[in-house]
C-alpha cells in the first residue's frame, strides 16, 4: 500500500502537519515524567511494527517535503554539503547503506538492482531512475555522498577515524539544531565539542569517544535526543538564526499549540566497511503541541517534564523565553493522574 | 563471543598450505550469501572448539576487499605458542563449519596519504594483502618493504610481486639482506604515511627510526597483535560478579573470565583496542602488562590491566568485572 506522502512546507506558510497515525508513532522521547541528562545509548535494532523503529532507517510521510526542503537549502547555501577529498569511499558506503536500507524497508517506493558493479536506483517518490558505476564518481550527477543525502531524511555527519580520534570530514546538515558543519569540518571530536570547561565533563567525552571509536560494522547504536522548536522550521542553523531565533518571542497563550514544536531527534552510529568511518546520521521528528496532546498520557508527562526541567537545562535548550506560557498551557491538560510506564502512547 | 563482535556462521571452503609454517584457510558464509565488505587491514576473530576449551584467535583478513564471496585468513604455526595455530593447522579441514566474529579494523590506511609506504616482516604481510589490493584497484599510490627469514619463507612474495611489480621489495635474512631504514624514511615525499606489520622488534625499531628521523606520529601506523603468553597460573576475585577464577598457565586472564561465565568485551584480543580494559581493585603481586594500550604511566600504576593479553604474579588480585 505504501506511505503517502505529504505536501507540506517548513518554511513561509508552515503547513506541515502529522497525520494521526504519525502522532501516534512520534518518538515521544520521555519514558518518565521527569527528564534527567543521560548517555542513552542501546544497541540500533528493528523495532516494533508501525514504529519509527520499524526499519534502521526510517522513511515517513514527510519524505518528499523534506527533500524539497533541503534542495531549497542547498540552493540557498551549498556549504551545508561539504566532503574532504579522503570521504569519497566512505560516501560510496553511505550510498550503499542508505540505498540498501530503503529499498530493504520500503520496496514500493525503491529499488536497488546490482548487476557487478554496475547498479540501478530507483526511487519512485522523487521520480529518480539512475544506472551507475559503483565507485566511479562520474557516472553521477553528484558525489556519492550529495546523491544520496539528497535523497534520504535526516542529517548525516561521516567521521573518519584515525589516531584514536574521529575528525568530521563530511556531512549534509541542513535540518540542525544550532550548529554548523562548515564550523566544524575538518575538527576532530574534542574540538567540535569545545569548550569543555570541566574536568569531569571532559571523562564524559572521553568515554563517548571510546564508545563510538569501538562501534563496530554490523551492530550499530543508537540515542535519542530533544529539543523545542518554534513553528516546524527543519532548519535551525546559526547561519539562520535572524530568521528562527526571534520566533521564540512570538510564543503566546493563543498559539501554544500550533507553534511550539517537540523536536527529537533519533540519532544512529554506524561502522562503514570499506572506509572504517563512523556515519552519524541524525534524523529530526518534529511535532506541534497540538498534535502531542491529542495523547493524554504524553500531555500529562510532557507538562510535568517541562515543569520540573532545571533552569541550567532549560536555558541550555533555549526555552527560556516561552517555558512559562507552555506550562501553563500543558497545566491544563494535566488532571494529576499517574501516566503509564514506557515512551509509547496509551 | 556474546559481547565482542556480531558473528558470522561460515564453512572451511579450502585449506592450502603455502610453505612449510603457513597455511590459508577460505571461508565462505553458510548459507551461501556474500560476506560484509571490509577494508584493507581489518582482522576478523576465529572461534575455536578445542574440546572443551574455546580459543578465540584474531587474524587479518587477505583477500580483497572488492570479494567478499569469501574470506581468507593466513596462520603461521606456532609450535611454542598455547595451541590456537595448531589447532587451526591440525583440526581445520574443509567442510568444518565456524563461527567467526564481523571484520574489525584496527589498522585501516589513512586515505589523506599521498603515498603509502608499507613495511612487512614475516606473517606481518597478510593485512599488506587486503590493504595493496584496495589501494591498487582505486589506483593509490604505495610500495611495500617485505622482509622473510628466506625466501621459501617469503609468504605471498611471488604473488605480490606478480601483481606489482616493482612496487614490492623483498628482503632475504639469510642472504644478509636489510632495510636500508634511514634511507629509506628520509627519500619520501611529503604527506607519505607509514604502515608497519611485522614482530615487536621491528614495529619498535621502525618506530623509533621513524621518530627520530622526525615523522610526526600520526603519520606511523602499526599492527602487533600481542598473543597472548602463557605463564604461571594464578587466582583472581572478580568484585562485580562475585566470582573468584583460576587462571591456568595457557590461558589468558579474558578466556578464564569467559570461561567462569563473565562476558567483558573485547575487539583485538591482542592488547591492541583498549576495550577489554579493567580496573584493579586492590592488587598484592606483580603485573605482566603485555599490551599495548594502557599508558606506562597506568601500567604504573597497577589500576587497570587488559585482560586478554596480561597477567599477574603474586598473592591476590581483585578486580572490577
Ligand atoms: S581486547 Fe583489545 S585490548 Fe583487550
Redesign the interface.
Known sequence: MGITFRKETFRDDYTFRNSPDHIRRFPFPFNEDSYMYAVNIEPHVVGPKGSVLENLIDVDEHYVAEMQDRALVLAEDPLRCQS????T?AGW?LL?LLMEQQALGYPEHFTLERNGDRWRWINRPLGIDDTFTF?DTSTLPYGPMEYITRQSQGDFCIL????GNLWMDAGMVTTQADWSLDFDIGMNFFEWHAPVPLAHEKGIFTRAL?FLT?I????PARRLNWTMTINPRLDTSPENYHKWGPDRATVTPENVGQKVHLRVELQSFWRL????AIVFPIRCYLIKMDELVTQPKWARRLHRVIRDLPEELATYKGLTRYRPTLVEWLSKLDDGSPTSPGFGPD | MSTGTTTLDVVVSDVVPVNELVTRFHFRRRDGGLLPTFSGGAHVVVEMRDGDRTRLNPYSLMGSPLDTREYTISVRRDDAGRGGSLFMHRQVKPGLEMVISYPVNLFSLDLRAKKHLMLAGGIGITPFMAQTSQLAGAGGNFELHYTCRTASLGTYADVLQQRYGSRVKLYHDDRGERIDLDRLLSSQPLGTHLYVCGPAGMINWVRDRAASLGWPLETVHFEHFAAPQPGAPFDVTLAVSGKTIHVGEQQSLLEAMEAAGVDPPYLCRGGVCGQCETNVISSDGKFIHNDHWLSEEDHRSGCKIMPCVSRFEGKSLVLER
Do not use: F, I, T
Open positions: 574532504l577529498p579522503h570521504m569511499l558506503d550503499e565507485g573518519d577515524q584515525r589516531d571510546k569501538n563496530q560494522q554490523g551492530k566497511p570499506r572506509s572504517n
